[in-house]
Structures are given as C-alpha cells and as structure tokens.
C-alpha cells in the first residue's frame, strides 16, 4: 500500500480504509496581550492539512516533538475537536457529527489524564461504564476477567483510584477503554511514568489484543520502544504536517539516527575501536559508544565481549525528539523534503 500522504489516502480509501484523514486542519484563534487594555487576536495552525488513511487492524506510531498536533489529531478522531476543514472518517463517521454513535466504536486512553472515577474504588469505575456504554451482562464480564488478568488489577480492584500509582493506573484506564470491545484503541503516551516490568505488561497486553481480536491502534509516545515493540509503521508530524510514513528503520535512515552503548570495563582503556561504533565519551573504565540507529547493537557487542574486559554494558535508545530534529535539519538541507531521501512509497518522508 502506498502511504504517501496523497496517494495512501486515495489508495486505501479504495481498500475499505478505517481511519480516513484528507487535507485536515484545525485552527485556533488565540488572544495576545499587547498593551494594558489591548489583546490581539491570531490564529494558530495546530494541524495543516494532514491526509493519511489506516487500514483495519494495523498498530500505527504517530510521534513528534511535543506541540506538534499529535494530541490535537486524537481529539479530532475522538470528536472532541471539530476540524477546521478538510475530511476525517472513522469507520466511515463523522467523528464531530456523531461523537455518541462513534463512542461505542472506539477505546481512548490519555496518560496524563484519566477516565477513572477519583474517589471510587477501581471496580465502580468498572461498573459505571458497563451501564455508560450498556455492555451485555456476559460481555462485560468476559472482558472484564480477561483484562484482569492480563493486566494484573486483581489485587487492585476495591482500592480509591486516587490510592493507586501511576503505572496501576493506567493499566486500569486501559481496561477501562477495552471493557466494550473498541473497534480502534487510541493511545496518547500510555507507557509515560511506567517502571519497566509495568511497560513491558502494556505492551505485551496490546500486542495479544491486536493479534487476537484484530483491534487497530493508534499510538503516540515519546518511548520508542513502544514503536519498536510494537508498530510495524510509524508517522512523524512535525508543526501539524505528516513529515514521514513509513517503518521505523526508515525513520532512522532519514535522521541518520543512533543508539548509545554504555560500556562498563574492568579497568581503564584507551577509546575502543569498533567502527561503526565510535566512542563519544569516556569517565573512567565506562565509555560511550554512538551506532547507528538503523542497525543491530549484536555484532558491536559480540565483537567487544570478545576484545575487551566487559563487565557490563547497555543499550539506550534515541531520544524521539532527537530523531526528528535530525531527520528534519537532514531534509531541510536539500530543499525539497519529498525528494530528500529517496525510498519506497510506503519508507519515504512526505510533505
């Protein structure tokens, strides 16, 4: 499927797309001060004609710096925000004209917000929705057990949500989005302030969810390992326009990206040569070690396990914000974005 902004709308449009954007903006007016009794108003353009379509049940990465419409994308979809032009199709609805309909469709989870009842235990928030979105009595308990379990909320179920933790709550805000079986799942930062083991239940939760009931997911995070976990394809928006499309090994070609190996040695040595590794700094027996982003960190670390006296080592990701910030001074270089890093259609920056 060609996912170039123009031609993957038009091409999975034709193909039954679920999530259908063309030429969408959303604009709003804004009052400055200027003097002591004086405001001037301007118009901020969140999202400048942004069109890309996603088919039924794929798991979609929709990154950026912050401030660059990605959350403002969500509300649009969700109908909380009515575009300012252009058209939006979710399952083929109006999202702004019938956001009550669309709701029983749809699973939202916003991580610094949540949906939960503040002062009720986890489970009347439960209960609450079962009657909101009037789920079978059977339905609801199938699903509620199933999420339970995955999501290990059993011990958590009669506690306040204002006693349970970041990370237990939003395993809770997750069940609570997928109590009615949601056709599309948005997810908007749903790993932030999570401790490794909790991450790592999310995502494998999200991934049995895909595989099983064929749920399509819209996920947007500054973690990019839960693009990598999870996401074959990821769009980057960049000051409201679709800058890229395509698999995140692309993403990190454009911003010729790297990833940092944090090596720990039994004593102090000169800078290890490893190319294409090359060291970036050096604190005593640790060193750092910058390697494309793009390739696997098995080959550099076989190679200086066998050369080197390793006592310990990691591997730490590029920060999301980085990658983009290279990706975009890379194309701005050449002048012509669309043209800047030849690729595929479906791995190619776009504007």
């Known amino acids: 499927m060609d996912r170039g902004v123009k031609g993957a709308g038009e091409g999975a449009a034709a193909d039954g797309a679920f999530i259908e954007l063309d030429g969408v903006e959303k604009v709003f007016d804004v009052l400055r001060r200027t003097g002591f009794l004086r405001r001037e108003r301007r118009q901020v353009r969140a999202v400048d004609s942004l069109s890309f379509t996603v088919a039924r049940g794929e798991m979609v990465g929709y990154i950026g710096p912050n401030g660059a419409g990605k959350s403002t994308t969500i509300k649009m979809l969700t109908g909380i925000l009515t575009p300012s032009g252009g058209r939006l199709r979710v399952a083929g609805i109006d999202p702004s004209r019938e956001r009550t309909r669309l709701a029983q469709r749809i699973g939202v989870v916003f991580g610094q917000r949540t949906t939960l009842w503040w002062d009720l235990p986890l489970i009347d928030s439960y209960r609450l929705m079962h009657r909101m979105y009037r789920i079978p009595d059977a339905r609801y308990r199938e699903n509620l057990d199933r999420c339970v379990e995955l999501l290990e909320l059993g011990a958590l179920l009669d506690v306040p949500v204002r006693q349970l933790s970041l990370g237990q709550r939003m395993r809770g805000d997750i069940a609570a989005a997928l109590l009615h079986d949601p056709e599309v799942l948005y997810l908007d930062e749903p790993t932030i302030g999570l401790d490794v083991v909790s991450k790592a239940k999310v995502r494998e939760f999200l991934r049995d969810l895909n ?141």
């Open 211 to 351: 595989a099983e009931r064929g749920t399509t997911v819209l996920l947007t995070t500054h973690d990019l390992q839960d693009i990598e976990q999870l996401c074959s394809r990821v769009m980057v928006i960049d000051h409201g326009r679709l800058m890229y499309d395509g698999a995140l090994a692309g993403l990190h070609e454009v911003g010729d990206s790297e990833r940092t190996l944090v090596v720990d040695l039994e004593r102090e040595l000169p800078p290890i040569e490893a190319p294409p590794a090359r060291v970036v700094r050096v604190e005593g027996p640790r060193q750092w070690l910058a390697f494309p982003a793009s390739g696997s960190a098995a080959p550099l670390v076989a190679r200086i396990a066998a050369e080197y006296p390793l006592v310990d080592l990691s591997v730490r990701e590029p920060d999301i914000e980085a990658v983009i910030a290279k990706m975009l001074r890379s194309l701005g270089d050449t002048g012509d974005r669309k043209d800047a890093a030849p690729r595929p259609p479906s791995e190619r920056a776009v504007s």
